[in-house]
């Protein structure tokens, strides 16, 4: 049975745990609803906070979504900040408290608790790591000792080229200080697949950071005047202020000692409902397992909006039980922005797949980000996988400069509708020449897809995975500007007339900028008896 | 048995019929392809058009997207410019061409025939209705005409407040013109619904467009220095250039004459795979009709993006037969930008509904376009219209100064995956501060239908649907600057300690800026035993 009047404890104030206080307000209002934080901020604006210290969030109090005081007067919260929960006593249903300031303790009694804790920033065990100019980025006090760090420094060393270390070295940049960028994988954003961040690598040189891949940080050697880094392969960097951003672990502490269960990497195990093995007790955002609705697979994904509507989902539960809508898992959506351009995914990578031993296709087109005779339409890159027996998407990532956003959502919704390459052909777009194309890139995407599956394209990915006969039809005014090594140099509209001057014994291989006319080339190739392959992309992915 | 080498002409080669081109080149290089345009040009952006005539496409050779000779070069087309198909003979199968230049005649033989005319713009059998100073805008000879025309004139009425009428009075207040808008409709662009389109009405007021609603044209008089036009109120409108833009019909006398089967308004009839009656004749684009997959009814959408997709089928049919996929139908996604406004649609309205008496609900909701702590956020006006059996998405509309293009495309995406409210919910979109919110306007759409689902929310849609006793929850500070006529001002801060100034035997009506609060206030009074109603979109949305 339902408490129509019960008892919740919060743990954690921020995302999850706030959606999940606001909606059980909703349900009643005479729910005692008590909302527990360590520090001394609720429903902050986290994904805000590397623009605070750029200053393009000028105003502090912008970021801070609520406060104590807000919440009560517009929820009746009892918000109970520096008060840190330290064990849950399961079979008395209380939680035993600690209060940050005097240290003092007291036990609070729950009908239902929700664990809302969050992650924390990854900080290895290495020599000097904790010397006090290494920093991390969670809340608004880590944000208040960075900008402060970050105004008298020149030169700053990020650690880790994943979402917030991107976030960071471009606002590092806007505050003129000299920024590295150590990442240890080939490429930054590993999440995405590394020929699709080349764009935010080079947007990142263009602007002055310095980008080392492939290199890890092995220590620390404090200096007074400054901080010394040295990477796995020896080289040592000099810096004012170094931002550790290599990932985040959940805050699994609580739960662990309450004997929760938890997945492989920590995380808290839940049901549809946000439940864990106990009941009672509740765990949403970026501490709890949740699936994945492609492949159903278990997946730990710390993300704001799904955190958001889990937060949701466990509170309509407390009020509705099984009448409450499940959660449906999330796909992974994310983007981020660097300089003048940005990148993104939802769903599966083809680099995750591989790891999965999955089946998979995929096509990487280029088309324009609206008309291209309406000005200021820019290259969009999108890349499609899909499950080669039912032609199911399985994922998406998209880079550039203008409406990435809204390929990923199209892509995102695209996922959580189960449409196939077919549905992509079809998909009817908004169209207006300041918005779009009438074919758009997700529908040119669909019909390459589309094309590999009926035998119309032969596709390689790159340059690098093409034979020796290349062709590159680009007009001759073109390639001649920027040649395409190996490749001879037939213009599409002369090709019909100098198909002799080809090998028909040997696959040919067809380039051009965009990826585009190379596909139409390998067509007039393939009908007229070659083996032909376009390769994907074109030059202009070839970076 | 398909013909490896057939011969196919197609009838218009702009959009629809540039696309059936181009894909049957890539299906076969021996198939002999002619393009019959009576016209000098093929494949120009008419989507373009206004923007060449206003100067934001500064280049008028943009807009010719292909010429003859690239088709022919890069595609190898046979295309015959100034040259007119009069008569179709179905039994010869063969198509009688008149050459506009010199007026003689030909027969050609085809295989297939594909029909892609288009639609011209509808001119009302009115008196003075052939003066020259009445113009419609279709190709590049009108945009000349138009352009030319508006060089020296001062005052420009534009009859008809639709997609077009609406970009070219944009275009003209740009080119410094005093314009005046008619339209016979109570609003402009009236496949949305009349509060969706009131910020697009506003901007045009603003920008100095005078704007007459409800009004149609009677006539017109010529006078030498200019052109009146009376209204059916009797009203008279001097002006020196007239646009017409009161709509479009189809171009089918040809399929007429050959008894090809038309649909109710003249569009010819066609199966999945754009087959007319007569199996070799195929028809795309705007002169013909396509189902809606949303309800599976027959419509005429004459949009871009739906010609190109046809064009394509067509030519798939043509060489791969019923391996071809079919045209899965239309859901009439469109756009327009006005100024700093734009609107759009997909899917049914909630007037198109009502006509066609299907059962709806409907929400409309407001949310910022990207986290609102962060700069530039602007409020996304989004209306979701659903199935109130199974929660399917049947259309939606948009409109706001941002962001516009992707919640449609979104909705879009729904709708073509069949998604529901509750899938609404769950959509997982990009977010970071720059591109969107943890929740964004799409899930609240999401949250507020199937919150009225669950009994959470009783909505109102207007302040003037709502009963006596009005609670205006804003802040006293906002309250009393803007006051809402009849409300009486509880903040919702300290409305739990005035329920006692309301009226319990009354319902009461809740209602804030953008339709949140006035949300949260109508579940503290429901908790609180009153029957309380939501008033929609708030003040912002009470224009």
């Given at each position: 049975m339902k408490h129509s009047s019960p008892t919740i404890i919060i743990i954690g104030g921020v995302a999850g745990g706030a959606s999940a206080a606001a909606r059980a307000r909703r349900h009643s209002e005479s729910a005692h609803i008590i909302v527990l934080e360590r520090g001394p901020d609720v429903s902050f604006a986290n994904c805000g906070l590397p623009y605070h210290i750029g200053g393009e969030i000028s105003d502090r109090a912008e970021l801070a979504v609520q406060t104590p005081q807000s919440l009560r007067a517009l929820l009746k919260l009892d918000v109970r900040t520096f008060t840190e929960a330290v064990a849950i006593d399961r079979m008395q249903k209380t939680v035993r408290v600690r209060h940050v300031e005097n240290g003092t303790e007291e036990t609070i009694a729950y009908d239902q608790l929700i664990l809302s804790p969050g992650a924390r920033p990854l900080i290895p065990p290495l020599p000097g790591i904790h010397d006090s100019r290494i920093m991390t980025l969670r809340n608004l006090q880590d944000t208040d000792r960075i900008k402060a760090a970050a105004a008298d420094a020149k030169n700053v060393l990020v650690i880790g080229g994943g979402f917030i270390g991107l976030e960071m070295a471009e606002q590092l940049v806007h505050l003129g200080k000299s920024v590295t960028l150590v990442e240890r994988?080939?490429?930054?954003?590993?999440?995405?697949?590394q020929a699709m961040v080349r764009p935010l690598e080079i947007a990142l040189q263009k602007h002055g950071v310095h980008l080392i891949l492939e290199d890890g940080i092995a220590g620390f050697e404090p200096h007074e005047s400054s901080l010394k880094a040295i990477l796995h392969s020896g080289r040592c960097l000099e810096s004012d202020l170094v931002i550790l951003s290599i990932g985040v672990v959940p805050e699994n502490g609580l739960a662990k000692d309450a004997g929760l269960e938890l997945g492989p990497r920590g995380h808290i195990v839940v049901n549809a409902w946000q439940q864990t093995s106990d009941p009672n007790i509740y765990a949403v955002g970026d501490v709890c397992e949740t699936y994945d609705p492609i492949l159903g697979t278990r997946v730990a994904i710390a993300l704001g909006g799904p955190a958001n509507r889990q937060g949701r989902t466990a509170a309509d539960h407390i009020f509705r039980g099984a009448q409450a809508q499940p959660y449906?898992?999330?796909?992974?959506t994310a983007i981020v922005r660097v300089f003048e351009v940005s990148a993104g995914i939802t769903g599966w990578s083809e680099k995750g797949l591989k790891q999965a031993a999955i089946p998979y296709q995929t096509v990487t087109v280029n088309a324009a980000s609206h008309a291209s005779y309406y000005p200021g339409a820019e290259t969009v890159t999108l890349k499609l996988l899909w499950d080669p027996q039912d032609g199911r998407v399985l994922g998406a990532q998209a880079v550039g400069k203008d409406g990435i956003d809204k390929r990923l959502d199209v892509m995102a919704t695209a996922l959580r509708g189960r449409l196939t390459i077919d549905d992509l052909v079809h998909l009817e777009l908004a169209y207006a020449p300041p918005f779009g194309s009438a074919k758009d890139v997700v529908n040119i995407a669909g019909f390459a897809a589309t094309n590999i599956r009926e035998g119309y394209l032969f596709p390689v990915a790159t340059l690098a995975e093409a034979g020796a006969q290349i062709v590159d039809v680009r007009p001759s005014t073109v390639s001649s500007k920027q040649p395409v090594a190996g490749a001879k140099n037939i213009p599409l509209t002369e090709l019909r007339d100098r198909?002799?001057?080809?090998?028909?014994s040997q696959p040919v291989y067809t380039i051009c900028q965009m990826g585009k006319t190379s596909y139409y080339a390998a067509r007039i190739l393939a009908n007229h008896g070659f083996q032909a392959h376009s390769i994907l992309g074109g030059a202009h992915h070839q970076l």
């Open positions: 994988n080939p490429q930054v954003l590993p999440q995405l697949d449906p898992g999330s796909i992974g198909l002799a001057e080809l090998d028909r």
